[in-house]
């Protein structure tokens, strides 16, 4: 239930949609029908503004264990938990009867949610350090002994087969007296060890003289401020779907492969990633500068995804990184493909993340950028690189766009980058859903 974003940087959004379409792969449907049944008025579509001061437990039928969060870090959750699982909707849910419990894997996983929520609480200070990739690291069932570089998990039972599901009902139960904060301090007998000469950290510029200096690179802001819109047209190298089959049929696998990609923007904050796929209408991801869609599965981003497509929407990438940011400064020279890059790190405003942009040292321009998704139960990473900077109407724009995700690897490259195309408004703008079918007489 990919791609967002995002990502702190334009290209997030094409990493929503790739999710997307391997979820469409999947059959995997909207989480709408995780919402209240129609028992008398009909269930509000899941949008940002419906689950607004709302609880899981107020707008979706049927949660146990989340019931408290906001409506709308639900879907971040499962989002994270189908990467951190390496599987889809359908391993824990009826497709698409959400709120039905009639698999063991949907039970397994509220324990397991509740038991990773008390390791938190009572074990570790209240700090996220147990998640489900802490043991399941991308497979449904985790390892349960060592496994050697190169090989696989046994095959035998696994402990979660062969005991009863743990199910932790009053987190308060557990020793206090684990809690990390009691630990004794570690002592060293004898004389401490010399410690060795540090070596001379090397001069850093200040945070504002990076992004000046980006600015430059670019072309100035003069030039940038005369841009109106981007369109941009080319192909991405991904993991392709197969065609769609008769129904009944099993898919059949998703393969490496290239697709046709657009990504179109008008400035300010509106953006649209585009990619189709053999067989089957475009998928699309857009932002109308408020709302952040899907067009398969049709639906609205909450949570993070929502507040990662609005940083994915500003232009240049990374231009308002101060802005959005806390604790921002240069904390270090990395090398990137050969290159000397200033690594700028920042503080989300609600403290949740540190997200990282690199800055080329002798050009000025973006090299990377780092961020995370973050949900309740976990967050997972990704990683842009930009390559290929050329002149579009005074102002350069990368042609290769490289990201590294959890989803998989995709390569975007532009063949056609026009800037102040006309692109309506209209185009931002999430499509209307389908009327419900008539009643049979």
Same mark, same amino acid.
């Given at each position: ?129 147990? #998640? ?6 991308? $497979? &449904?069932?985790? =390892? !349960?002994? +060592?496994?050697?570089?190169? %090989? ?36 060293? #007998? ?6 060795? $000469? &540090?070596?001379? =950290? !090397?001069? +850093?510029?200040?945070?504002? %003289? ?44 998703? $393969?490496?492969?290239? =697709? !046709? ?51 994915? $929407? ?128």
């Amino acid at each position: 239930m990919k791609t967002r974003l995002p990502v702190r940087n334009c290209y997030t959004a094409i990493v929503i949609v790739a999710m997307a379409a391997i979820c469409l792969a999947a059959n995997l449907p909207n989480l709408n029908a995780q919402a209240p049944a129609p028992a008398g008025p009909p269930p509000l579509p899941p949008t940002a503004e419906n689950m607004k001061g709302k609880t899981a437990e107020q707008f979706y039928k049927n949660v146990k264990v989340l019931k408290d969060i906001p409506a709308s870090e639900i879907h971040p959750a499962m989002e994270y938990i189908t990467l951190a699982l390496g599987v889809g909707c359908g391993y824990c849910h009826n497709v698409p009867k959400f709120d039905v419990d009639d698999k063991r894997e949907k039970h397994v996983a509220r324990s397991m949610i509740a038991m990773t929520l008390a390791l938190n609480s009572t074990v570790f200070d209240g700090k996220r350090e147990i #998640t489900c990739y802490t043991c399941h690291r991308g $497979a &449904a069932k985790g =390892a !349960p002994t +060592l496994v050697f570089p190169g %090989e696989k998990s046994p095959t035998e039972p696994t402990a979660a087969e062969i005991f009863p599901a743990l199910a932790i009902k009053n987190i308060t139960a557990i020793d206090p007296s684990m809690d990390p904060s009691m630990a004794p301090a570690t002592v060293v #007998t004898g004389p401490a060890p010399p410690k060795p $000469a &540090a070596a001379p =950290a !090397p001069a +850093l510029p200040a945070a504002e %003289e990076v992004f000046t200096k980006y600015m430059q690179a670019l072309g100035g802001n003069a030039a940038i401020s005369k841009i109106t819109s981007v369109v941009h047209k080319g192909t991405v190298d991904m993991l392709i779907p197969a065609p769609p089959v008769p129904p009944g049929t099993p898919p059949g696998p998703s $393969a490496m492969g290239t =697709a !046709p990609a657009e990504f179109d923007r008008k400035i300010p904050g509106k953006q649209l990633v585009s990619i189709l796929f053999p067989g089957r209408p475009a998928n699309v991801a857009g932002y109308d500068g408020i709302i952040g869609w899907l067009s398969a599965p049709a639906r609205e981003n909450t949570g993070d995804e929502l507040l990662l497509m609005k940083e994915a $929407a500003e232009f240049p990438p990374a231009a308002k990184f101060r802005e959005d940011h806390t604790k921002v400064q240069v904390d270090a020279v990395e090398k990137i493909d050969g290159h000397d890059a200033y690594r700028v790190v920042g503080t989300r405003p609600n403290g949740s993340a540190i997200d990282r942009v690199y800055f080329d040292a002798q050009s000025g321009l973006l090299l990377r950028s780092y961020t995370t998704m973050q949900s309740v139960v976990g967050a997972f990473p990704e990683e842009t690189n930009y390559d290929d900077y050329r002149d579009v109407s005074g102002v350069k724009i990368p042609y290769t766009v490289r990201v590294l995700s959890p989803e998989g690897n995709r390569t975007y490259k532009w063949s056609q980058v026009d800037a102040n195309a006309p692109v309506e408004d209209s185009k931002f703008t999430r499509p209307l859903p389908p009327p419900p079918p008539r009643p049979a007489d």
